[in-house]
Nanobody, 127 residues
Framework: VQLQASGGGLVQAGGSLRLSCAFSGRTFSTYAVGWFRRAPGKEREFVATFRRRGGTSTSYAESVKGRFTISRDSAQNTVHLQMNSLRPEDTSVYYC????????????????????WGQGTQVTVSS
């Protein structure tokens, strides 16, 4: 599975960005795509996840709930992370990750649940 993350950049506080994670490699009927981020000097932390196994489900970190939305473009094998009302504390390198045999949604907050990782994309929010 190959992952390609895109969409980072520089934005003022209160602005918006949309990150995209395109995945390829085979036909996917069951999977999860998660977004994590790492700020300088901090551990990589969970941001959001989209899970498809039978139905679909999403989960968000408390710090982004209500501001970020994760969604899927099935035709493009892409998962988007729409980030609104950005804050300086959202400044991080954002990584997308892919789970080919996803566990239950709550376990997708852990990095160990993912098999593949994309390169990071920098998001910088100025105050």
């Amino acid at each position: 599975v190959q992952l390609q993350a895109s969409g980072g950049g520089l934005v003022q506080a209160g602005g918006s960005l949309r990150l995209s994670c395109a995945f390829s490699g085979r036909t996917f009927s069951t999977y999860a795509v998660g977004w994590f981020r790492r700020a300088p000097g901090k551990e990589r932390e969970f941001v959001a996840t989209f899970r498809r196994r039978g139905g679909t489900s999403t989960s968000y970190a408390e710090s982004v709930k209500g501001r970020f939305t994760i969604s899927r473009d099935s035709a493009q094998n892409t998962v988007h992370l729409q980030m609104n009302s950005l804050r300086p504390e959202d400044t991080s390198v954002y990584y997308c990750a892919f789970a080919s045999n996803p566990p239950i949604t709550s376990e997708l907050r852990a990095r160990r649940s993912y098999d593949y990782w994309g390169q990071g994309t920098q998001v910088t929010v100025s105050s």
